[in-house]
């Protein structure tokens, strides 16, 4: 999910009550939210599609669930040491525990991945013992409705603890409900990914998704088909075959394709109106290339021509 929604989460499990328990709760929960997405800085170092093979990798694993609550909750309790030494220590903030910014840093670190899950860009959760991509399919990468749903709960929240209020079941009210959202959008996925699976001319080695679409949330762009070729939303996509056996080929030949197949669910090569040829995902597919496409060279596409019969000599 969006960096929005990852914080705005954290805010909200603070707001539920978690924020009580030591001071820097917030920055615990919300910077926590956030952490896992340090990967992003791979655009610094890679160039066009070379980050689909690197994020939500290594930094999204158990091993990051755990080494990177430790690391803000080291530096916010080292924080508060300092400040205290210097004098500028805030009186009204609550007593630090090393254990509960742990512990809060690692609440909201675990929601990271969680969010993530949901949407059908995808997720190596077991990262680095397991290389699988996860995918949960079940909300847009960006949700206004929960957006709004957040947002709304969160200043509710706020504002009844600034009057003094009962702000605490607010949240937790709001993190049920976004719960039951989850849900319902869980059901609608996973019921046309079953029809789809149960209609003609659905083959057992086709792939069936139902993808998550901006606004509609009760709407579902579905994907089916294989080996290169697909049916995206009932129109035709892919070109050529593209199999498990043709991928080693195509990374060798173009060093950029190499992770974009690593990342790609549902690869296909288009030809556009210029005739160019795009390795691209049907996920994301445009057809004039775009953010998730890779140009492949003609010769490695186009079909090999017998050699010439020039008959008896």
């Known amino acids: 999910m969006d960096n929005l929604t990852h914080s705005l989460v954290g805010a909200l499990l603070g707001q539920a009550g978690l924020k009580k328990k030591t001071g820097l709760a917030m ?59 210097r004098g500028k220590r ?3 903030r609550l007593p630090v525990s090393f254990k509960w910014l742990f512990l809060l840093s690692f609440i909201g670190c675990l929601s990271h991945p969680a969010l993530d899950w949901l949407n059908s860009y995808g997720i190596r959760l077991l990262e680095p013992f397991s290389s699988q991509w996860f995918y949960g399919d079940i909300l ?50 996973w019921s046309a990914e079953f029809s789809a699976r149960h209609d003609a ?27 290169g070729h697909y049916s995206i939303a ?12 043709d991928k080693p080929d195509i990374a060798a030949a173009v060093p950029e394709a190499a992770p974009f197949l690593f990342w790609s669910r549902t690869p296909l090569v288009h030809v556009d109106e210029n005739s160019r040829y795009w390795l691209t995902d049907a996920r994301f597919f ?7 496409a890779v140009e492949l060279p003609a010769e490695l596409c186009e079909p090999t021509l017998p050699p010439p019969d020039f008959g008896d000599e």
């Open 90 to 92: 805030p009186d009204k």
């Open 234 to 245: 009932g129109r035709e996509a892919g070109d050529f075959d593209l199999t498990e056996d």
């Open 140 to 189: 847009f990468i960006i949700d206004v409705w929960l957006w709004a749903l957040l947002i709304g709960a969160t200043w509710f929240s706020l504002r009844r603890e600034k009057k003094g209020g009962e702000w605490i079941k607010p949240a937790r009210v709001a993190l049920a409900a976004m719960l039951a959202y989850i849900g319902v959008n869980a059901f609608i996925t």
């Open 27 to 85: 920055p615990a929960l919300v910077l926590g939210a956030n952490l896992p997405d340090v990967d992003a800085a791979c655009f610094f170092w890679l160039d066009g599609v070379g980050h689909l093979g690197f994020r939500r990798g290594i930094t999204h694993g158990p091993i990051a669930w755990v080494l990177l609550p430790l690391v803000l909750a080291g530096l916010l309790y080292g924080w508060d040491r300092w400040q205290a030494k």
């Open 286 to 292: 445009s057809p004039v290339g775009g953010r998730f």
């Open 201 to 227: 001319p659905y083959l057992p080695n086709q792939i069936a998704i139902a993808s998550p679409v901006p606004l509609a949330f009760w709407q579902r762009e579905m994907i089916v088909g294989g080996d």
